[in-house]
T-cell receptor, first 111, second 114 residues
Framework: QKEVEQDPGPLSVPEGAIVSLNCTYS??????FMWYRQYSRKGPELLMY????GNKEDGRFTAQVDKSSKYISLFIRDSQPSDSATYLC???????????FGAGTTVTVRA | EAEVAQSPRYKITEKSQAVAFWCDPI?????LYWYRQILGQGPELLVQ????????DSQLPKDRFSAERLKGVDSTLKIQPAELGDSAMYLC????????????FGPGTRLTVT
């Protein structure tokens, strides 16, 4: 079983819809949680960065962390065709610097 | 905006040949990482540097891969000899501090071994 599980999709939504992405994990030592966006043939771009449990909002993006359930989510409101990409979740521990990544979810926003 | 630079962006090589990738991290970032990303998967850490020192190379196939960061700034990852299974995207990332989680990635080098 992988340390971080992420549904690879693909996920296709109409423009303006809410995109909901999630990851589950097994390592209770994880404290830092990140979401990266990766366009085709490009490097991952850091979107959201949260520490421990709770919510964080940045524009159209909201990240949620539920450590009790070992579950993290990313919501994209008012989705745009430019949001079409692969979204990777990643996490690391307080003293363990390694990032453990999910496999990524491919999202297509249809105009 | 400061970015991680990598070159080349694309590389095609024949198996058994040597290949090298270069990375220049964001200025002031002490920690540098090399990842390998196979198509359809998340990146996996190969090696991590803190300044010029290797912090973790436990996942680096040392029989054919080597990495260095001689002056604690830019870094080179080498594969010799390349094998068909090495075809992947090689990503470099950097961060200000060790164990802070916030890593910034370069555009990657896509390697194809024929």
């Amino acid at each position: 079983q992988k340390e971080v599980e992420q549904d690879p999709g693909p996920l296709s939504v109409p423009e303006g819809a809410i995109v909901s992405l999630n990851c589950t994990y097994s390592n209770s030592a994880f404290q830092y949680f990140m979401w990266y966006r990766q366009y085709s043939r490009k490097g991952p771009e850091l979107l959201m960065y949260t520490y421990s449990s709770g919510n964080k909002e940045d524009g159209r993006f909201t990240a949620q962390v539920d450590k009790s359930s070992k579950y993290i989510s990313l919501f994209i409101r008012d989705s745009q065709p430019s949001d079409s990409a692969t979204y990777l979740c990643a996490m690391s521990g307080e003293s363990d610097y390694k990032l453990s990544f999910g496999a990524g979810t491919t999202v297509t926003v249809r105009a | 905006e400061a970015e991680v630079a990598q070159s080349p962006r694309y590389k095609i090589t024949e198996k058994s040949q040597a290949v090298a990738f270069w990375c220049d991290p964001i200025s002031g970032h002490a920690t540098l990482y090399w990842y390998r990303q196979i198509l359809g998967q998340g990146p996996e850490l190969l090696v991590q540097f803190q300044d010029e020192s290797v912090v973790d190379d436990s996942q680096l196939p040392k029989d054919r891969f080597s990495a260095e960061r001689l002056k604690g700034v830019d870094s080179t990852l080498k594969i010799q000899p390349a094998e068909l299974g090495d075809s992947a995207m090689y990503l470099c990332a950097s961060s200000l501090y060790l164990a802070k989680g916030e890593q910034y990635f370069g555009p990657g080098t896509r390697l194809t071994v024929t």
